[in-house]
């Protein structure tokens, strides 16, 4: 049966062929002017040099944390800004970010305040080193974003933090 079916098939195509042709008729072959050259041979290109990327480690600043319901840098952290601030300014095409962040204590707004506070207080001691403040920027997360789960004094202490991503 599939023998019959294929020679049927055969002499389908075979007729429509057939029908579509005109007799007589010769094909028509046009001469097609070259196409400009579009780049030059291979033989006439110039290797490029090779540029070497030198690859650089990331900057990674050190975070800062607060006490309850403060803003002001403490004593122990001025010499981790200071390090920070001294990594900013050896590389002057970075930018940074910093992240304000509260524990869960306090309303919202209240904590959305306080963790802008401390991302300022963070920038302004940046620009008083020399940091051009154009380069920085911050958010408040407030305690939208903590760092430690928990409701205790250890979980809190660790989010009550000043972020700082370099860009």
Known sequence: MARYTLLVLLLSVAL?????????????????????????PLEEIEEEPVV??????PIVLEDIFFDYDKFNIKDEYKTIMSQNAEAMLD??????????????????????????KRA????DFYVTFGVDASRL????????????????????????R??????
């Not at 590389?91 to 802008?116: F, I, M, Q, S």
């Not at 920027?137 to 009550?160: D, H, L, T, V």
Request: glycine content about 8%.
């Open 16 to 40: 429509i062929l057939g029908a579509c042709a005109k007799k007589g008729t010769t094909p028509v072959v046009e001469e097609v002017e070259p196409i400009e050259e579009i780049a030059p």
């Open 52 to 57: 070497e990327i030198e690859e650089t480690e």
């Open 91 to 116: 590389n002057p095409d970075a930018k940074l970010l910093v992240e304000g962040h509260c524990d869960d204590r306090g309303t919202n707004e209240y904590n959305l305040a306080l963790g802008e």
């Open 120 to 123: 300022k207080a963070v920038i």
């Open 137 to 160: 920027a911050m958010i408040s997360y407030g305690e939208e974003k903590p760092f430690a789960m928990g409701s205790n004094e250890e979980s809190w202490a660790k989010n009550r």
């Open 162 to 167: 000043a972020h700082m991503i370099v860009e």
